[in-house]
């Protein structure tokens, strides 16, 4: 029954990707369409066509590796200088430019001329390319605020799961208390597992985050108002300095890192709550700052993925992870003995992370990702303008098809990451069990 629920949980994953990645190409696909480009191919998957129908110009068909997809539009890149698309040179990096050049013309047809993606104006061709990435977004706030607003979020709150004995440098690592161990202010206080701290040193406090900065913030004497039974009862409480965990700026901490603090004594309950709509802006910037953040830091974190891979080094939790191992988690959702409504919350997370990343990931301005082509048609728009401010010629389209040796180089170190990953995911992969 577990292989068998374990496939059932990946084949919801699947079907969930293959419906983004869908959306994703009917952005460009209906965009394309609306400015009168030309789109002979509207493909999910890679490899093999499995199932295709051709209607009006287009063939839309499903091919049988679930790893992306794409639509063929006619003319991406303008012809040469020499008027032609078929130009070769015995330059490698020419080659590469003429064969992208040649493939935008494959298959040209009579009436074509004016169908070419090349000769739309630039805000036509950033509104084409952004649409995909775009539909991603909107399908990822469709997600998660349905699920903030009808589930709710399970987060730290101010409710007080358990109470410290005594006092204990987290970077000693030691979980037990020794003779001579100094008695944690919140037990000496009187805290107790089950209240709710709803005010500190006199302020009202409904947050984690804000009430964990202000126990930081302070040593020596302090009240702590708490709900206990349904009443209000003030408690007084001397807090000391210790050595505690960095913390990253939302309740969480920074793994390895500490510092000299404020300490307390508890450890927060959590909770799952429904949000509002405000609420749920707030934390959908939440979301989107701690993934720009992944992203940026993704260099950073080949080496300990690469250890992960292939060495002895340990997965953590916030290591890259590929279709590979969310197809993993999405078996292992199936298996948890969770209510079905939790696993479906699970399954929807799981797919609006995965459209955020998306769109993310493709605003990147490196060819051959959307955002390349964002910057390329934006880069022309400013040729032309400076141009016809200085009264000077038009310098025409902008060649993308001459970055093409950098896209390959740049879609090479993608395929490279993408294997590692994927090793990474199959060897030693992220549970959540």
Same mark, same amino acid.
């Given at each position: 029954m577990t292989i %068998? @629920?374990?496939? +059932?949980?990946?084949? +919801?994953?699947?079907?969930?990707?293959?419906?983004?990645?869908?959306? $994703?190409?009917?952005? $460009?696909?209906?965009?394309?369409?609306?400015?009168?480009?030309?789109?002979?191919?509207?493909? %999910?998957?890679?490899?093999?066509?499995?199932?295709?129908?051709?209607?009006?110009?287009?063939?839309?068909?499903?091919?049988?590796?679930? @790893?992306?997809?794409?639509?063929?539009?006619?003319?991406?890149?303008?012809?040469?200088?020499?008027?032609? %698309?078929?130009?070769?040179?015995?330059?490698?990096?020419?080659?590469?430019?003429?064969?992208?050049?040649?493939?935008?013309? !494959? !298959?040209? !047809?009579?009436?074509? !001329?004016?169908r070419l993606f090349y000769t739309r104006k630039p805000w036509k061709r950033v509104i084409v390319m952004f649409a995909g990435p775009f539909m991603n977004l909107v399908l990822a706030l469709a997600v998660f605020f349905g699920v903030w607003m009808t589930f709710g979020v399970t987060q730290q709150t101010t409710k007080v799961s358990s109470v410290s004995d005594c006092v204990l440098k987290q970077s000693d690592k030691r979980t037990t208390?020794?003779?001579?161990?100094?008695?944690?202010?919140?037990?000496?206080?009187?805290? #107790?597992?089950?209240?709710?701290?709803?005010?500190?040193?006199?302020?009202?406090?409904?947050?984690?985050?804000?009430?964990?900065? #202000?126990?930081?913030?302070?040593?020596?004497?302090?009240?702590?108002?708490?709900?206990?039974?349904?009443?209000?009862?003030?408690?007084?409480?001397?807090?000391i300095e210790n050595t505690v965990g960095k913390t990253d700026g939302q309740g969480g901490y920074v793994k390895g890192q500490f510092v000299t603090a404020g300490f307390l004594g508890f450890g927060p309950a959590r909770e799952t709550e429904t949000l509002g709509f405000g609420q749920s802006v707030t934390h959908m910037g939440d979301v989107v700052d701690q993934s720009v953040t992944g992203l940026l830091k993704l260099p950073s974190k080949i080496p300990p993925l690469w250890n992960a891979a292939f060495g002895n080094g340990e997965r953590e939790p916030d290591s890259p992870i590929g279709i590979v191992g969310a197809a993993r988690i999405g078996g292992e959702i199936a298996n948890l003995d969770i209510p079905v409504t939790d696993q479906l919350v699970m399954y929807l997370n799981l797919v609006g992370m995965f459209n955020l990343a998306l769109f993310l990931f493709n605003m990147l301005p490196l060819l051959p990702l959307d955002g390349g082509h964002i910057a390329g048609a934006l880069w022309e728009s400013l040729r032309r303008n400076v141009a016809r401010?200085?009264?000077?010629?038009?310098?025409?389209?902008?060649?993308?098809?001459?970055?093409?040796?950098?896209?390959?180089?740049?879609?090479?170190?993608?395929?490279?990451?993408?294997?590692?990953? @994927?090793?990474a995911d199959v060897v030693n992969p992220i549970k959540i069990s």
């Open positions: %068998v @629920m374990t496939v +059932i949980g990946m084949l +919801i994953f699947v079907i969930g990707l293959l419906i983004s990645i869908a959306w $994703h190409e009917l952005g $460009h696909l209906s965009t394309a369409k609306m400015f009168g480009i030309r789109v002979p191919q509207y493909m %999910v998957g890679f490899g093999r066509t499995i199932w295709s129908r051709k209607k009006g110009d287009t063939e839309y068909g499903l091919k049988a590796i679930p @790893m992306g997809g794409y639509i063929r539009m006619i003319g991406m890149f303008p012809p040469g200088e020499d008027g032609k %698309v078929t130009a070769r040179s015995t330059s490698p990096f020419r080659s590469m430019i003429e064969d992208a050049r040649s493939a935008a013309y !494959e !298959e040209l !047809e009579p009436g074509d !001329e004016k208390c020794q003779p001579g161990d100094p008695v944690a202010p919140a037990k000496a206080a009187g805290l #107790r597992a089950g209240d709710r701290i709803v005010g500190f040193d006199g302020r009202k406090v409904d947050d984690w985050s804000v009430l964990q900065d #202000r126990i930081r913030a302070t040593v020596g004497p302090a009240t702590i108002t708490v709900l206990r039974d349904g009443k209000e009862l003030t408690l007084n409480a001397k807090l401010v200085f009264r000077r010629p038009d310098p025409g389209p902008f060649d993308v098809a001459k970055l093409m040796p950098a896209a390959y180089l740049v879609a090479g170190v993608f395929v490279c990451f993408t294997l590692l990953v @994927m090793v």
